[in-house]
């Protein structure tokens, strides 16, 4: 079975600065991808980022990037020199090995402050 | 660049009566997907569909759920007796199955009457 947890309901940054969202994970499979998406009030979901569970290097995708703990089965969202435009809800997710299956973290809501 | 389009955007039913959602996933997508998310809460999965056929449901998917690719490239599902609590934003993915990244429609707003 899979679980992703992420325990900040809701986080504040002030806008430049960086912020870290945190996504823990569990799973079974010795293969797996983990993602991060973004929502804003609008509704869509928007792919941010990808790690798969082999790949040695963070990934990074401008602005983002994911600090990839392997051992410690975490998979934190880094957002740097944040904008106002990056409030929105975030959620972590984990993909099964067979592609069958994403599952998905309570998420977090991020507020920038201007 | 090519994205999955649904439709309807918003859709408004009486208890009781059928919904049909429509997707059409990115075209090289071998892999596609319905999750739904109740106001304000997590993203739940329904369904994955590989190959013409289901691969997984959840327990949420009952009987009352189906999903269908009637033509190759609309890939649907199908509410048959909507109650309440089928009141939500209803989102189709697909992939391809290489990098695993999984491309959201913009959903589709279902209320129930």
């Known amino acids: 079975a899979q679980k992703i947890t992420q325990t900040q309901p809701g986080m504040f940054v002030q806008e430049k600065e960086a912020v870290t969202l945190d996504c823990t994970y569990d799973?079974?499979?010795?293969?797996?991808?983990l993602f991060w998406y973004k929502q804003p009030s609008s509704g869509e979901m928007i792919f941010l980022i990808y790690q798969g569970s082999y790949d040695e290097q963070n990934a990074t995708e401008g602005r983002y990037s994911l600090n990839f703990q392997k051992a410690r089965k975490s998979a934190n969202l880094v957002i740097s020199a944040s904008q106002l435009g990056d409030s929105a809800m975030y959620f972590c997710a984990i993909r099964t090995h067979n592609f069958n299956k994403f599952y998905f973290g309570s998420g977090t809501k991020l507020n920038v402050k201007p | 660049e090519p994205e999955v389009t649904q439709t309807p955007s918003h859709q408004v039913t009486q208890m009781g009566q059928e919904v049909i959602l429509r997707c059409v996933p990115i075209?090289?997508?071998?892999?596609f997907y319905w999750y739904r998310q109740i106001l304000g809460q997590k993203v739940e999965f329904l369904v994955s569909f590989y190959n013409n056929e289901i691969s997984e449901k959840s327990e949420i998917f009952d009987d009352q759920f189906s999903v269908e690719r009637p033509d190759g490239s609309n890939f649907t599902l199908k509410i048959r007796s909507t109650k309440l609590e089928d009141s939500a934003m209803y989102f189709c993915a697909s992939g391809t199955g290489y990098t695993g990244e999984l491309f959201f429609g913009e959903g589709s707003r279902l209320t129930v009457l």
């Open positions: 799973t079974s499979d010795q293969s797996y991808g």
């Open positions: 075209s090289n997508h071998l892999y």
